[in-house]
């Protein structure tokens, strides 16, 4: 639609458990994004069913970029089986070097609070690259 740009997804998976304590499950999730201009902005929700002890989780980001530059944001919070959560966020950096060639710098920090399965921890994560594609 002119200068607005739509996207969006959706699947459904099932798993057959295999081995002690693993169930059998079926998983959803779904997504949409939308463009304006140099604007764009998404989200997305999943429900797990169990899997991995995952109950469910939504995330949202966005990205703004003009000329060779780029930069975008995310955040993500998950609930596990027993109702605790963890989230994560995260901001991102990218430049155009050449056609096919641009520089990266991530960074991204998680809180995982699961308590009840005795799965806590913090993660703070500096990515930088190098992207080549043709």
Do not use: C
């Amino acid at each position: 639609f002119e200068n607005i740009a739509f996207t969006g997804g959706a699947s459904v998976t099932n798993g057959n458990g295999y081995g002690e304590g693993i169930k059998d499950f079926t998983a959803w999730m779904t997504g949409i994004q939308v463009g304006i201009s140099d604007f764009t902005v998404g989200g997305g929700f999943g429900k797990f069913d169990g899997y991995n002890d995952i109950d469910w989780q939504w995330n949202v980001g966005a990205i703004y970029e003009t000329g060779p530059f780029g930069i975008g944001a995310q955040y993500a919070w998950v609930q596990d089986v027993n109702g605790d959560h963890s989230w994560a966020a995260g901001i991102g950096v990218n430049y155009v070097l050449a056609p096919g060639l641009s520089l990266q710098a991530d960074y991204v920090h998680s809180t995982v609070n699961f308590r009840k399965s005795e799965n806590v921890n913090k993660a703070d994560v500096l990515l930088l690259g190098l992207q080549l594609s043709f």
